[in-house]
C-alpha cells in the first residue's frame, strides 16, 4: 500500500515538471524573432505617419519605466498621445529599480511585458527575439554615436537612449572648504583626503550598498581607468582571448575598491541601507562624498535647494584617467506587442525633440544630438567639463556576462563585508569562459 | 558550492534545534497554564505573516541603524553592535533565527495535536509505577508522537532545502555568498545570469535530491512509529 503510495506521488510530480517542460517550450516559439517581429514591423512602416488611420477600436498601450518621474514627461506623452489618438490610453507603470532587470526577464519569456519597454538589456533581449527591429525609424539619425552602438544588435537597431551618463564622486563643497580639501589628482590623494575626513571623524563616502546596482556607481569610476587606463580594448582583447579577467585590470580595480572598504572609507550601515537614504544622509551633511550617476544633481534638486554639489572623478592608480559614458534609460518595443503601428507611433513621440528636452530638464545629459536640456545646477556642467577633459569609454562590464557582472557585485559585498578580495577574479574567470556566449560584440 | 554548504547548514539547524526547540515549547503549552490559550496563540502568530512581511520587518530590526543596533547601545554594549545582516559571520546566523522564531510556533502546533492524542491512562499509570517526568517523555510520549516527528522533520528538510524568500528579501543572498541557499542559486542561474537551460537542470536535479532526501527520511522514520 505504502509502496503505490509513493509510486503515484512520483508521478504525479513527473507529471507536474513535464507540463512545466511543455509551456515553456510554447512560450519560446510565440516570442521568437523570426515568426512576430518581421510581421509586426512591415505594417508600420506604411501607416506610422497617419495618425488616426489606425481605426476606431479603443486600445491601451502599456510602457514600463523605473525611472523617476521628474518634469512630468510621462503625463504630457500621455496627453499629447490622447490627441492624436483620441481611442488610444497611454499607462505607465513604474516598477522598483533594483528589481527592474529580474522583473522584466521573468516578464518577457512569460509573454506578460508590456507594449513598450525602458530596458537595459537591449541586445540580449535582441537576441531572444523579444523586441521588434526598430532600423527604420527616422529618430535613429539623431542619437549620439554611442548610442547609436549600444541599440544595434547584428546590424539592426532594437530601440532609443534616451540619456548618456557618467560617474564619479559627488561631494559636499561646504565640508571640503572646512576642512581645507581639494578635488584631488591622483589615486593616493584620494586617499590622503579619505583618511584626513576621517580623521576628523567625517564618513568621508556614504553609499547604499542594500541595493546592488549601487555597488557598480562606487566601482565603475574606479574600474573604468583601471580596466581601460593602460589597454582601451581590455573587453575585446579578453574576449579574443588575449587578456583574462583573472588579470592585473580586474583585480587592480577590486583591490583598489577594497582599499577603499578595508580602511573604513565607506559608511558603516552601507550594506544595510538602500540608495535614497545613503543620498538623503550625503544632503544632510553626514558625509563628505558619494560616488554616483550624473543624473543625481537632478535628484538632489528635487529634493533640496542649493546644495553646494561639487563634481571629480576619480584618479586612475596607473595609466590614463578614463571617464565612463554610458548609455541609459534605453527604450523599444515588445515585439509580442499587440499594437505595433500606436507602439511605434508612441516612441516617436517620446522621442521628439521638445518632449526629450522637458525629459532632461536638470535630469539627463540626452543621448540626442538636437537635445540640450537646461540644468540649473553648476555641477552638472562640471560634470560636462570633465566629460570633456578626458577620454571616455563604455561602462566597465558592458562586454561581459550577466554572470560575470552578478559575481562581481558578489564579491564587492564580501569585501565590504571585510571578505578581501581572495580568488574572486579568478572565480569571475571561469564564469566568463562558461557564459561567454553571452557576450555581443 | 557556498550555496549547497549553507543549505545544508540551515537544514541541519532547523532538524537538530529546531524540531527539539518545537517540541519542548509544546511540551510546556501542554502544560495547564491559566494563561495557556494567549501563549498558544501568541506563539503560533508569526507561522500566520507572510514570509515576506517578516523578512522586511526583521530587516528594519537587524539593520545596522535597526532596532537591535539601538537596544545594545543602550544598554551601554556599544562594542557589540554590527551590521547584522552584512557582515561575513552573522548573516547566515541572523537568517536562521528569523526562520526558527517563525516555525518553531507551527511545529509546536503540531506537537500539541500529537501530545493530546496520547491517552492519560498511560502517563498516569507510568507515574504509578515510579517513572519520572523525564522517563516519561522518553518512554511513552516521545515513541506515541512519533508521526508527529515524523511530519515536523520532513517539513524542517522541505523548507530548509528549498529556502529561498528571507534570503531573497532580506539579504540578496550576500554579504558575498554567505546567505545564498540552493533555491536562491538557481534563481540568479535563471533570471540574473540569463542562462535558462542551466537552471532548469539545475532545478530539475534539485527537485529529485529533495525527494531522495525526504524519501529516505520518511522511511526511517516512519520504522520508528509505533502502533497503538
Redesign the interface.
Known sequence: MKKLQ?TTL?LA?TLV?SAC?NS?GNNETAGSPTSSAPAATTPASGSASAPGASGSEPFTLKVSYWADNKNGYYEEVAKRFKEKYPNGTVEFNQHPGDKY??LM??RL?AGEADDVLFNMNMT?YAKAGYLMDLSSQPWIARMNDSAKTAAQFEGKTYGAFLEVNTFGVFYNKKIFEEQQLVPPTTWDEFLSLNEKLKAQKITPIVEGFKD?WTLQAAYIPIAISTYFGTNPNFERDVYDGKASVNGPEVTGALTQFAELADKGYFN??????GNDQALQDFIDGKAAMHMMGSWTPGVIDGKTQNFPLGFFIIPAKDGNTVMSAGTDKGLSINAATEHPEEAIALVQLMLEPDMLELYGKDNALSAFNDVNPVFANPAMSEIQAALQAHPGHRNPGDYF???VQ?ALN??L??I????GVGDSAAELAKLYEK?KS?VNF | MQAAKNTLYVLAVMVLIGNPLSLTLALLLNLPLRSRGLLRTLFFLPALMSLMVISISW?FI?????LLNAVLTLFGFENGIQ?W????DY?LPAVILILLWQGTGFGAVIYLAGLQSVPRELQESAQIDGATGLQRIYHITIPLIMPFITINTFLGIAGSLKLFDVPFVLT???????TTTLGLLIY?????????GYA?AAG?LF?ILI?VIT?LQLSITRRREVEM
Request: charged share 15%; aromatic share 10%; glycine share 14%.
Open positions: 509513493l512520483f510530480t515538471a517542460g515553456n532587470n529580474e526577464n521573468t519569456p540580449a546592488i558603516k550601515n552601507s550594506l544595510s541601507i556576462p550577466p554572470s552578478d558578489t564579491a559585498t564580501k565590504l563585508a571585510g571578505g557564459d553571452k | 530587516g537587524l539593520q545596522y541603524d535597526g551590521d545582516l552584512g557582515t561575513m548573516a540578496n543572498g550576500g554579504p558575498g555568498t554567505a540568479k542561474y535563471a533570471f540574473v545570469h540569463e542562462s535558462y532548469t530539475m527537485m525527494a524519501f
